[in-house]
Each structure stands twice: as structure tokens, then as C-alpha cells.
């Protein structure tokens, strides 16, 4: 059981100006008032925990030195706003986050005036703010912009460009660098919070500034102080990398020291010009298991908070996810050809590749979070005898895109994308759904896509474009599939053919991926002919004209946008063929579908099996399906 909520003070706290009456003093308890509240909630509803608890103390200093929304406040992909959330009005609505119809999981600019900037992927922040501070100055507006950034989003390229160009440009910008892993520093102490309230302080800053005026008129005398300067603080702080890119660096400052935050933070706020505030916080901070096991406690379902994330007792599960079909495959063909490499941007529990990096540790490579590099690296193994193999979740393929051109596809390169999350993901809303990746692969010349109808073809699929000289994808949704039992023997798929899963009249229901499952149910219902059509491209064009000859409508189902997808193959294929055909696609609308759970996300799609009933019974009937389509959404 959790003992009973008591925060008499967060109850008087409906904004940040509410935080801003209370004296310094109080501040702590705050602190500990905020944990207890995301622990009371989040254990009930589930949601991102461990990063949250981790900046509570952050949290609360800046929202209690800056003149919070007129000064922005950007936070780094959005884990870690919950604390954010509550501070800013939406405490009595948090219970909702993350499901349909309540809070969004990030910040987002439509929810509140205190979300500055919607995120939800990686090492935006810094680009970001530095935006809001080019445009402050160019409107005369006096307002100070921060970005909150954690060392897993740092180690990104678009980080380092927004660092390069806010050095270039010495914008008045605040950069804090949250680093909860102990991978850039060392421990802290007393030393060097006080330290870092030092060289943050007015003296310094202007002993720093007056040195710098007398010494440029002494010939070779700057250069050697400014050298002599970095060679001492790079001594006991690892800032020399950030002031090379022309920013003040300040600290570190332990992030669970509110005095040392606040003293520190109200004395960058005089300076000018890039500042870069180093601190170091603990991932879960304030409830041991999260801190223990930052990893499990980042995003929980719910769970008892006196006794911690438990395994599931006599929990009897037949399915495996499409996720651990991956890893497994992965596994086995590692065995048989030792040329397959793994390459993963920080997704190694999500892609199932945990067991992998233990069984073939020389054969698993995870870059961080650079989904641009993960792909460019995997062209360069391939150019030199490597089998690489790229486990990325589709909404981060997106940002890999140029790579995926440029890099494989127009060298022909043998790089295959295992591609999870596509389709609709839940929770984390528009930003993680894999909407897309249909219709931007299947532009590109060389490319062979495939989507996998159940786990055994999944893992047959992989196996095919292992196997293929070329290009390849197999994308497969989040979770389990339909429960078909896996061949631990792997056979090659026959290129570009579908395959017929029950024959019928008049309609024909071309499905592809996880749809198949639902095409069946329907099929059985109106009596029509079910394909699975595996390959998206190459398309199964002979099977398409059958199916022309001998069916009045035709139907496709896929989990991608209609625009530019696998019905959209269809349809060019009749036209190329110069075939009069009743065509009809069913797919995810022209419309940002919101956060909630998978099946939340079908339903509004009409992907459901009422709504593929209803969509298809409108065909039927000659109904305007688009008017439909519109009011659902």
C-alpha cells in the first residue's frame, strides 16, 4: 500500500509563480513533496519514472529563478518533465498522462504556455533554444532561454551543431548538461559545487573579462593566458571540449544540492553570452529501487512502491513479442555466419538485442543515440565484407534518411533494417508512432520491404533479407503478434510473391503486416478473398492482375499512412497496366493520431475490426468514405 499523500505545501503550488512566493528555505521540502506525489501517481498509472525523479531538484531552481513561461525552458526529449508538469498547472491531471484523451508524455506546445517546444526525440533542445534566443534578440525581447540536455542526448551530432553555431554566434543561451550516468565526470563534493559557484560568480566573470582587454594588447599574452586558464580548469573539470566551442563552463554542481543549484544558477543568469552548466544527478533519485535499477524503473507499468517492480508471478506467455523474434533470429544466424553485426542507436532492450550483446559481444555494436551514424557505419562494414544488420524503431529510421539514400541505398549496399515500432506505438503519442516508413522506403530505387503478417514469417522474413544483395527492411509492429507457432528452421521467401490466405467472391482484401490478422476476420464475415502480400516492393504485380480479373473491388490494409504507401503500390500498378478497377485503400488517416494505448490508437484509425467492418461496408454500399474517415478523426 502507499501511505497517505502529505504536501501541504505542493497543494498551494498551481504555477511557477506560486513556487516563486515561498522562501529559499522551503524549497527542500518541496523537493521531497514533489518525489512523494510522481511516486503516489506514476506507481498507480505507470509512465517514465527514474529520469523525472532525477531533475526534481532542477525542477524546482528554475522554475523558481526564471520568470517561467516568458523565459523558456527546452527540455531534452521529455522523460524527465513530469516534475515540469506539475509545477506548471497540470498536478490534478497528471494520473492522466499518457493515455487517451489526458496529459501528452512530453512537452507539448498546445497543452501549455510553459511547454515551449514539443519534443519527444533525442538532442533538439539546444538547437531549439538557441533558436528562441536568436528570435528574442531580433524582436527586442528580454528573456532569458535554457536547455535542459542529459549525456545520452549530448553524445548526438545535432547537439554538438547547435553547440558550434551557439558558440559562433555568442547568443545569450544557457545550456545544463544533466548527467546521471557518471560517463563525462568524476564525483562530486564540496569542492567542486563551491568551485563552480566560483567561476559562475561576478568576480570571476569579471576579473575573466578585464584579463582578456589588457592581455589583447600584449602581443602572444592572451593566447598564453587563455591556454594557462584552460590547462587549470581542465586539470579538476572536464569543461575544456564545451569552452572550445565558445562557451562558459560552470561546473560540476551536484544536482541534488538545491542550495549549491540555486546559488549557482542565479549567478549565470548575470552572465552573457553561452553558458554551459555542468551537473551531475542520479537517475531515480529519492526511491532506492529506481536508483538501483535506473534502467527498469525509466518507464514502468504500474507497480506496489513498498515493494518495488516485481516479476509477474505465473504469468504464461505462448507469444513472443516481435521484438525477442528479432533478438532470437539474430542469435541463431550469428551462429551460422560470423561475417552478421548488430548495430543498434541505444535501443538494445527495445530491439531485443540484450541477449545477443552477451552471446556475441564482437558482434554488437550500439552508437548511442546517432541514428544518422548507426546507418552510415553499417554502409561501411558492408562495403568490407560485413553482414550488417540495423535494429532501429521506425520513427528513428526518419532521422536517419538521408543516410538510408545516400550511404546504402545508392551504393546497393547489403544492409538490412529491422525496423520495430511501426505502425502505431501507444503511449508516447505522435512522436513514436512509425507512420511513415511504408511510403518513404518504397520511393527508393534497389530497396526490397517486407512486413511480416506473424512472428514465424517474421523470422522467416529476416532470414530472406539477410540473404539479399541489395538493400532490405523487414518492419514488424510493437508487441506480440498473433501467436503462430516460430520454425526454429529458417527458409528463404520467394522475392516479391504474396500468398494466399482464403479464397472468396467478389471482394479481395490485400492485406500487408500486422493488417492480415484483421483482413481475416473480415474476410470470413463478407466472404472475400484474403492475401498476405509480404513484400511491399518488389509488389506482387501478377498476383495483383489475378486478383483484378476476378474481383469486382479490391481492398488494401496496411498500418502506414495512406499517402504514398502499399495501396498506393496497388493502385500504381493497375494504372501502369491500364486496368479499370474498383480500388479502395484502408490505412492510417492524413491526421496526427494522439497518445494512448495501441488499441486506443486503431480504433481512431478505423484499423480496428469495427472499423475495417464499417470502412469496407461503405465501400460495399458505394458510401463517401472520406466524410467517414474525417468525422472519426
Known sequence: MIEELNTPLLDKIDSPADLRKLPESQLKNVVEELRQYLLHTVSKIGGHFAA???????TVALHYLYNTPEDRLVWDVGHQAYIHKILTGRKDRLHTIRQWGGLAPFPKRDESEY????VGHSSTSIGAALGMSIAAKNTGKNRKCV???GDGSITAGMAFEALNHAGDLHSDLLVILNDNNMSISPNVGALSNRFAQLISGKIYSSVRKSGKKVLSNIPNAFEIAKRAEEHVKGL?????????FGFNYIGPVDGHDIDALINTLKNVKELEGPQFLHIITRKGKGYGPAEDDPVKYHGVTPFDPCI?????ANKINTSRSYSQVFGDWACDMAKQDKRLVTITPAMREGSGLVRFEKEHPDQYFDVAIAEQHSVAVAAGMACDGLKPVVAI????LQRAYDQLIHDVVVQNLP???AIDRAGCVGADGPTHNGSYDLSFMRCLPNMVVMAPADENECRQMLFTGYHIDGPSAVRYPRGSGPGVEIQEEMAALPI???EVRRQGNNVALLAFGSMVSIAEQVGNEIDATVVNMRFVKPLDEELVLDMCANHDLLITLEENVVQGGAGSAVIECIAKHGIAQRVSIIGLPDTLLHHGSPSDMLKEAGLDFDGVMSQVNAFLNGSDISKQLISAS
Open 147 to 149: 536547455a535542459i540536455i
Open 415 to 417: 544492409v538490412m533494417f
Open 115 to 118: 511547454d515551449t517546444f514539443g
Open 308 to 312: 518495488g517492480i516485481q516479476p509477474s
Open 393 to 396: 524503431y521506425s520513427t528513428f
Open 496 to 498: 516479391g510473391k504474396a
Open 52 to 58: 523525472s525523479l532525477g531533475v526534481t531538484e532542477l
Open 236 to 244: 579538476i573539470m572536464p569543461g575544456t571540449l564545451f569552452e572550445e
